[in-house]
C-alpha cells in the first residue's frame, strides 16, 4: 500500500485526488493538508510514502515546503501545479530542491489524465527506499566522521 498525503490549498482539488488516487487499490490518502505548514505536520504524524505538493499556497509555499521536507523529512514528492507563466521557473526550482516529478493540474481532469498521475505516484514511491537508503547512508558517515 502507498501511502499519500496531499496538499492544496483548494478543497475541491484535495478531494479529487483523493478520489481519484483511491481508486488504485495500491494507493490510500492518509491525510490532506492546506498549505506548506499543515503539510508538515501531516507528514510528521503519518510517515507517507509519497507527498502530492502544490505551489501556491497560502502560509508556506509548496517550494518552501518542499525544501523542509527533502532537508528534514526526505521522501518522494509529486509537485501538482496550474501551468502559469512562471511555471517552468517553478518546475526547475521544484526539480533542484528535490521533488521526484511534476505535473500540471488541468482544468479538466479526465480518465487519461487521471491514470496518469496514479502512474506518478506509484513511479515516484518505488524512489521512496533509495531515498531512505541515502539518509541512512548519510547518517552512518556523519556517525563515523563524529567517533
Do not use: C, W
Amino acid at each position: 500500500m502507498i501511502k499519500v498525503v496531499v496538499v492544496d490549498d483548494s478543497a475541491f482539488i484535495r478531494n479529487l485526488l483523493t478520489s481519484l488516487l483511491e481508486k488504485d487499490p495500491e494507493i490510500k490518502v492518509v491525510a490532506v493538508a492546506k498549505d506548506g505548514l499543515d503539510g508538515i505536520e501531516a507528514i510528521r504524524k503519518h510517515d507517507p510514502d509519497v507527498v502530492t505538493l502544490d505551489v501556491e499556497m497560502p502560509r508556506m509555499n509548496g517550494l518552501e515546503a518542499l525544501a523542509v521536507i527533502m532537508k528534514e523529512l526526505p521522501r518522494p514528492v509529486l509537485m501538482v501545479s496550474s501551468l502559469t507563466s512562471e511555471g517552468a521557473e517553478s518546475t526547475l526550482r521544484a526539480l533542484e530542491l528535490g521533488a521526484a516529478d511534476f505535473i500540471a493540474k488541468k482544468p479538466v481532469m479526465d480518465n487519461d489524465y487521471q491514470e496518469d498521475i496514479r502512474k506518478r505516484v506509484r513511479a515516484v514511491s518505488r524512489g521512496g527506499a533509495i531515498m531512505r537508503l541515502r539518509k541512512l547512508a548519510q547518517q552512518r558517515e556523519l556517525a563515523a566522521s563524529r567517533g
